[in-house]
């Protein structure tokens, strides 16, 4: 992306801002493939603001495997248990979405014709042997462990293990579509498991469709069953809202995400930790009723985190604590580098961009203070990176973010938010 959007800044605190944020991409996605699993109608109700391409891809997905699904203003209509996977030939784009990718082609493998999944010269680049492999194991057979795949079903049900140290979509894949394989299925994480709670947040959404999971020690056990079709509102989204909570605890001030929850507990959206985090850093955060008020009056400080867990995150805690009056050490990220940019690398080359000192390593990152100047900050076509930065161009005068369009991602009316909050 050679698109350049020089960013307006600011450079005052926030004077009681509210902020609304698109629906949550990880639970639309789940809640997509479990209404095209559930046999009757489901209703998904998105809400005014645009998801973003990645709930377009797994719509598009799921019309290529045969499903009928209507989407009309902000509610998509899914008639499921109506699939057409079998049939020879069919192409899934992925696009750029990693949840699509790894969560279509779970499902492609439940039908017995051959069908291929694709996606961007990018997504072709990112882990997908430890599900392609996986899938193998439970019968299906595949040309090759990376995109594009063409592979063929049906697989069974059984116990199948998968390595969690790349991305955790790998065992949300195999969990989703274990309800239908005869017996179920019995998944063993091995290794590290990065962004848990987004595995936690597969087991809420599949109790939620009736589904019995649980673990066993180092196990999860998804039943066999029934996916009951559901209506329901889906919330607005963690992971975006920590952008307009981050320009709070850059400028100054206050500002108030209106629809979104974002307190920390099991089976939530896993990125809430960063509100932990950013409070630590020297924010106020209240929770009130489907909404989060970030505020900050004195200075900022640095942080020593491991956010393995809430790793999307980590490019904006990044971006504020440059602003903060001592170093910030975050770890647990290095499965960030095969990500939509190598994370770590594109963070830190930014940070320094703007005349700061950030210094990369293999699994971490560490950020020092120092003055910041404007510059460009090459997104390298990643959404997380132009938001972040995109968010510390209010404060530093100059900046301007090559490849801003990659936002339509994830958040489409982003730069509107942007405008919103300088008004």
């Given at each position: 992306m050679d698109d350049l959007?020089?960013?307006?800044?600011?450079?005052?605190?926030?004077?009681?801002?509210?902020?609304?944020?698109?629906?949550?991409?990880?639970?639309?996605?789940?809640?997509?493939?479990?209404?095209?699993?559930?046999?009757?109608r489901s209703r998904l109700e998105l809400g005014p603001m645009d998801p973003g391409d990645d709930v377009r891809a797994m719509v598009g997905a799921l019309g290529a495997l045969g499903y009928r699904v209507d989407w009309d203003g902000g509610e998509i209509t899914v008639h499921g248990g109506?699939?057409?996977?079998?049939?020879?030939?069919?192409?899934?784009?992925?696009?750029?979405?990693?949840?699509?990718?790894?969560?279509?082609?779970?499902?492609?493998?439940?039908?017995?014709?051959?069908?291929?999944?694709?996606?961007?010269?990018r997504l072709r680049e990112r882990p997908m042997a430890p599900l392609i492999r996986a899938l193998r194991s439970l019968g299906a057979t595949a040309d090759r462990d990376e995109l594009p795949v063409t592979l063929t079903g049906p697989i069974h049900g059984g116990e199948v293990?998968?390595?969690?140290?790349?991305?955790?979509?790998?065992?949300?894949?195999?969990?989703?579509?274990?309800?239908?394989?005869?017996?179920?299925?019995?998944?063993?994480?091995?290794?590290?498991?990065?962004?848990?709670?987004?595995?936690?947040?597969?087991?809420?959404?599949?109790?939620?469709?009736?589904?019995?999971?649980?673990?066993?020690?180092?196990?999860?056990?998804?039943r066999e069953g029934r996916v009951r079709p559901r209506d329901l509102h889906i919330p607005g989204d963690v992971?975006?809202?920590?952008?307009?909570?981050?320009?709070?605890?850059?400028?100054?001030?206050?500002?108030?995400i209106a629809n979104v929850d974002a307190r920390l507990r099991e089976g939530a959206q896993g990125d809430a930790r960063f509100f932990e985090l950013v409070a630590a850093m020297g924010c106020n955060v209240s929770h009130g009723s489907g909404a989060v008020c970030v505020r900050r009056i004195g200075e900022l400080h640095g942080?020593?985190?491991?956010?393995?867990?809430?790793?999307?995150?980590?490019?904006?805690?990044?971006?504020?604590?440059?602003?903060?009056?001592?170093?910030?050490?975050?770890?647990?990220?290095?499965?960030?580098?095969?990500?939509?940019?190598?994370?770590?690398?594109?963070?830190?080359?930014?940070?320094?961009?703007?005349?700061?000192?950030?210094?990369p390593f293999a699994d971490a990152i560490?950020?020092?203070?120092?003055?910041?100047?404007?510059?460009?900050?090459?997104?390298?076509?990643?959404?997380?990176?132009?938001?972040?930065?995109?968010?510390?161009?209010?404060?530093?005068?100059?900046?301007?973010i090559k490849g801003a369009s990659a936002v339509t991602k994830t958040f489409p009316d982003f730069y509107a938010m942007l405008a919103e909050l300088s008004r």
């Open positions: 959007r020089p960013i307006t800044p600011l450079r005052r605190p926030l004077a009681d801002k509210r902020v609304a944020v698109p629906p949550s991409k990880s639970v639309a996605n789940r809640e997509l493939i479990l209404s095209a699993l559930a046999k009757g109506s699939s057409l996977s079998g049939r020879a030939g069919a192409v899934v784009d992925a696009h750029d979405a990693g949840t699509v990718a790894r969560f279509a082609t779970a499902l492609a493998a439940l039908g017995s014709g051959f069908v291929t999944i694709t996606g961007s010269p293990e998968i390595a969690g140290n790349e991305s955790s979509q790998f065992a949300s894949a195999l969990l989703l579509v274990a309800p239908r394989l005869a017996g179920g299925l019995r998944v063993r994480i091995t290794g590290a498991l990065v962004s848990e709670p987004f595995v936690d947040l597969t087991l809420a959404t599949l109790r939620g469709r009736g589904v019995s999971v649980g673990r066993e020690g180092g196990v999860i056990v998804a992971t975006a809202a920590t952008y307009p909570a981050a320009a709070g605890a850059v400028l100054g001030g206050n500002v108030t942080v020593r985190a491991n956010v393995r867990d809430c790793s999307d995150v980590f490019p904006t805690l990044a971006a504020i604590a440059t602003q903060a009056s001592d170093p910030t050490e975050l770890t647990g990220i290095g499965h960030t580098r095969k990500q939509e940019s190598d994370r770590v690398r594109t963070v830190a080359a930014a940070i320094n961009a703007l005349g700061g000192r950030a210094m560490r950020v020092e203070p120092a003055p910041l100047h404007g510059g460009v900050v090459d997104a390298a076509g990643d959404h997380r990176i132009a938001m972040a930065f995109s968010v510390l161009g209010l404060q530093v005068p100059g900046v301007a």
